[in-house]
C-alpha cells in the first residue's frame, strides 16, 4: 500500500509524501518554489549593472571631465577645480565598488577609459599651449594608451577574461604587482602624475619662463592666439570686454605662478617613474603575448618540415 494511490487521494489530486517532497526538492534546485500546489518561478536578479553606484560615479568624471575641457582654453582656475575632481573621483569608485559589493567588468573598463581619455586630453592642450615640446607629449600620449592596452589584451588573452587586469603575478613582474596590489601606491602614483599635468597646464598661462608670449607686448609680433597662450588682449576675442570670459582672461595674466612650480616639482619624479611603468608595463605585456604565440604555434606543430 505504499506505493498505491487510493481511490480517495487520486480524487482529491493529492501526492505520495515522498512524491511531494521530491518535487518540491527538484523545484527549489531548478530555481522554482511551490506554493499551494502552483510552481512560481524564483525572481530573477533585476540588477542593472549600469545603475551601479561605482559607475554612476564614473558617468560624473565624465561629466566633469567634459566641462573641464570647455574650460580649459580660458579659464584655468574653474578647469584645473573640475578636472582634480574628476580625478579624485577615482578612488572614490573602487572604494564604492568593494563596499556595495558592486566591482564589474565594466566599471573597471569604464574607469581604465576615462583615465585614459581625460589624461589624453589634457596633454593634447599641453601640446598646442608649447608646439616645440608637442613631440614629447604626444610620446607620453601613445606611450599610455599603448602599455594600458597591451597590458588589458594580454591579460584577457592569456589569463582569461574573468581576471583583472590589476591581477599581476609577483613571479611576472615584482614592479607591477607591488604597484597594482598596494593601493596606496596606486593612489599616489595616479595623483601625482596628474598634478604635474594640472601644474604644466597652469604654468601655461602663468609663467613667462615656460610661456615667453606671456611678456606685455604692445601689439608686436610675439602676440598670439594660440589656445591656451592668455597674452593677446581680450578685444581681440569677445564682443564685450567686460564679460566674464574678458575678466578670467584678464586673472589668467596675473595667476601666480610660484605654486604651479612648487606642485611640478614635487610632483616630477613620481610622473616620471609613472612613465618608467607604462615602459615596464608594456615591455612584460609583449613578452607574455609573445609566450602565448610561442605555445601556440608548438601546439599546431609550425613552423612545418617541409619534405
Known amino acids: 500500500m505504499n506505493g498505491v494511490r487510493t481511490r480517495k487521494q487520486t480524487a482529491k489530486g493529492g501526492k505520495p509524501k515522498d512524491e511531494k517532497a521530491a518535487g518540491d526538492a527538484n523545484g527549489k534546485a531548478n530555481g522554482y518554489i511551490n506554493t499551494n500546489g502552483l510552481v512560481a518561478k524564483r525572481a530573477e536578479s533585476s540588477e542593472n549593472i549600469f545603475l551601479f553606484y561605482p559607475n554612476i560615479i564614473g558617468y560624473s568624471r565624465i561629466i566633469l571631465a567634459i566641462a573641464s575641457l570647455y574650460y580649459m582654453p580660458l579659464h584655468p582656475?574653474?578647469?584645473?577645480?573640475?578636472?582634480?575632481?574628476?580625478?579624485?573621483?577615482?578612488?572614490?569608485?573602487?572604494?564604492?565598488?568593494?563596499?556595495?559589493?558592486?566591482?564589474?567588468r565594466f566599471g573597471a573598463v569604464l574607469d581604465m577609459v576615462t583615465d585614459r581619455c581625460t589624461t589624453a586630453c589634457l596633454l593634447v592642450f599641453l601640446s598646442s599651449a608649447w608646439p616645440r615640446w608637442a613631440l614629447l607629449f604626444q610620446g607620453l600620449i601613445s606611450l599610455d594608451l599603448a602599455s594600458h592596452y597591451m597590458h588589458m589584451?594580454?591579460?584577457?588573452?592569456?589569463?582569461?577574461?574573468?581576471?583583472?587586469?590589476k591581477q599581476v603575478d609577483q613571479s611576472r613582474s615584482r614592479i607591477l604587482y607591488l604597484y597594482y596590489n598596494?593601493?596606496?601606491?596606486?593612489?599616489?602614483?595616479?595623483?601625482?602624475?596628474?598634478?604635474?599635468?594640472?601644474?604644466?597646464?597652469?604654468?601655461?598661462?602663468?609663467?613667462?619662463?615656460?610661456?615667453?608670449?606671456?611678456?606685455?607686448?604692445?601689439n608686436g609680433p610675439g602676440s598670439s592666439a594660440q589656445p591656451g597662450?592668455?597674452?593677446?588682449?581680450?578685444?581681440?576675442?569677445?564682443?564685450?570686454?567686460?564679460?566674464?570670459?574678458?575678466?578670467?582672461?584678464?586673472?589668467?595674466?596675473?595667476?601666480?605662478?610660484?605654486?604651479?612650480?612648487?606642485?611640478?616639482?614635487?610632483?616630477?619624479?613620481?610622473?616620471?617613474?609613472?612613465?618608467?611603468?607604462?615602459?615596464v608595463q608594456l615591455v612584460k605585456a609583449s613578452k607574455w603575448l609573445a609566450e602565448g604565440d610561442l605555445e601556440m604555434r608548438r601546439a599546431q606543430g609550425l613552423p612545418k618540415k617541409s619534405t
Request: net charge neutral; charged share 10%.
Open 77 to 104: 582656475r574653474t578647469c584645473s577645480l573640475l578636472y582634480s575632481i574628476s580625478c579624485l573621483l577615482d578612488a572614490l569608485d573602487g572604494v564604492a565598488a568593494r563596499y556595495f559589493q558592486q566591482s564589474t
Open 153 to 165: 589584451y594580454a591579460t584577457l588573452t592569456m589569463a582569461g577574461s574573468g581576471r583583472s587586469h
Open 182 to 218: 598596494n593601493k596606496n601606491v596606486l593612489f599616489a602614483f595616479c595623483a601625482f602624475n596628474e598634478l604635474f599635468f594640472i601644474a604644466l597646464y597652469l604654468l601655461s598661462f602663468s609663467s613667462p619662463i615656460l610661456s615667453p608670449s606671456l611678456l606685455p607686448v604692445e
Open 229 to 279: 597662450n592668455p597674452s593677446h588682449h581680450a578685444s581681440t576675442l569677445f564682443a564685450t570686454p567686460g564679460s566674464a570670459w574678458a575678466m578670467e582672461l584678464a586673472r589668467a595674466n596675473k595667476m601666480d605662478s610660484f605654486w604651479p612650480w612648487v606642485i611640478a616639482g614635487i610632483s616630477f619624479p613620481v610622473m616620471a617613474g609613472k612613465q618608467f611603468l607604462n615602459v
